[in-house]
């Protein structure tokens, strides 16, 4: 597969986008206990963090397929087939806190997500994120008497994936004519 999108998945560039433009980094980034970041990919096994502090939380939602083409290329030695598919994918954005932090700098992830830093990283991984295509909801009474302040939000992306394979080419057939 080529560069397009098949280094790194998608939702872990948004989380490092808005972990970065956020200044949400864990004091060790290499840490692989959930409760060290504030930026959390869903389904981590992870419990809802204690502190007071903003944390947000990312989970993938069902996408569909935008497009798909498979083209040859037959220059030189070798033939190769290229298949391309665009998928629309949603990503669920979770902004939570137990104190006003989440409902003070909500707006922070809109910016974060159309930053020249978020635009290098999604030509770099080969994705679009539509930074205006959705909108807060106030979702801070799920959490009934721990009443953590809690907005969610919806994002759309278009990912790219390119896979490349080598495939045989036949010029000549032997073949042998039977007849009765």
Do not use: C
Not at 89 to 95: L, S, V, Y
Not at 137 to 153: L, Q, V
């Amino acid at each position: 597969m080529s560069n397009e999108n098949q280094g790194s998945e998608y939702i872990k560039v948004v989380a490092d986008i808005i972990e970065t433009e956020l200044n949400l980094k864990p004091a060790n980034p290499a840490s692989v206990n959930p409760l060290d970041h504030r930026v959390i990919i869903w389904n981590q096994n992870f419990v809802l963090p204690t502190y007071n502090d903003m944390f947000i939380v990312l989970k993938e939602a069902p996408g569909k397929v935008m497009a798909a083409k498979t083209e040859y290329d037959g220059s030189g030695a070798a033939s190769n087939e290229i298949q391309t598919l665009i998928m629309q994918r949603e990503i669920d954005i979770d902004i939570m806190s137990r104190n006003a932090e989440a409902r003070q700098r909500k707006e922070e992830v809109i910016l974060a997500l159309a930053s020249v830093y978020s635009q290098q990283k999604q030509e770099a991984n080969g994705f679009r994120i539509f930074s205006y295509a959705f909108s807060f909801i106030d979702a801070s009474e799920n959490e009934g008497a721990g009443r953590i302040n809690r907005f969610r939000a919806s994002l759309n992306l278009h990912v790219r994936y390119v896979k490349q394979k080598a495939i045989d080419y036949f010029n000549a057939f032997d073949y042998n004519v039977i007849e009765n």
